[in-house]
């Protein structure tokens, strides 16, 4: 199983800041198969990125992922008021999907 | 526009088995690529991925509960159903199911709104 490991567990920070979440996978994503996801309280999950580097639809450009081998970041260029919450990455290198523990982005 | 919607008991005992339908509309569970996901989340706690079945009846399931989950689908009533056998307080969660791709698209990109299911005598 592929563990992945995100940190910081909390940033916090104030509107207009950028946040460098980071995810470390315990062995190489061979194909690079990492998402990112935010979950607000009491809400579903939303899908951010795929592909380490690929916005969904809809995504806006503040939003950026980068990375590969075992190393993965997720950049928010400059945080709204509506981005404080809680992310996610999950890989689907293999058939047998894992996600990280999370980082809360939490206002300062 | 593609919708998914969890259903099923919201208590369940402690040794029973957890049957959840998840229906899906707006794409069928035959198309080529496709698959649906179960993830659950604890109360506080993080994602949990527990099962996955694609279009040609591939599936996976997590390791970690050693045999306890069953995941099927049939795509005339659009729904996938996960049975977890030998259900434990520990298995109180918001049990979510989600649609994924393959490949490049394999991840979860939309989801259902989840229930929250709690094993309590």
């Known amino acids: 199983e592929i563990v992945l490991t995100q940190s910081p567990g909390t940033l916090s920070l104030s509107p207009g800041e950028r946040a460098t979440l980071s995810c470390r996978a315990s062995?190489?994503?061979?194909?690079?198969?990492l998402a990112w996801y935010q979950q607000k309280p009491g809400q579903a999950p939303r899908f951010l990125i795929y592909?380490?580097?690929n916005r969904a639809t809809g995504i806006p450009d503040r939003f950026n992922g980068s990375g590969s081998g075992t190393d993965f970041t997720l950049t928010i260029s400059r945080l709204e008021p509506e981005d404080f919450a809680v992310y996610y990455c999950?890989?689907?290198?293999?058939?047998?999907?894992?996600f990280g523990q999370g980082t809360r982005v939490e206002i300062k | 526009q593609v919708t998914l919607k969890e259903s099923g008991p919201v208590l369940v005992k402690p040794t029973e088995t957890l049957t959840l339908t998840c229906t899906v509309s707006?794409?069928?569970?035959?198309?080529?690529?496709?698959?649906v996901g179960w993830i659950r989340q604890p109360p506080g706690g993080a994602l949990e991925w527990l099962a996955q079945?694609?279009?040609?009846?591939?599936?996976s399931d997590t390791t970690s509960l050693k045999n306890r989950l069953t995941i099927s689908k049939d795509p005339s009533k659009s729904q996938v159903v996960l049975t977890m056998t030998n259900m434990d307080p520990a298995d109180t969660a918001t049990y979510y199911c989600?649609?994924?791709?393959?490949?490049?698209?394999?991840?979860?990109?939309?989801w259902g709104q989840g229930i929250l299911v709690t094993v309590s005598s």
């Open positions: 999950q890989q689907y290198d293999n058939s047998h999907r894992t």
């Open positions: 707006g794409f069928s569970l035959s198309d080529a690529g496709m698959g």
């Open positions: 592909g380490a580097s």
């Open positions: 989600a649609r994924m791709g393959v490949s490049l698209f394999g991840g979860f990109d939309f």
């Open positions: 079945i694609f279009s040609r009846d591939e599936t």
């Open positions: 062995q190489s994503l061979r194909y690079s198969y």
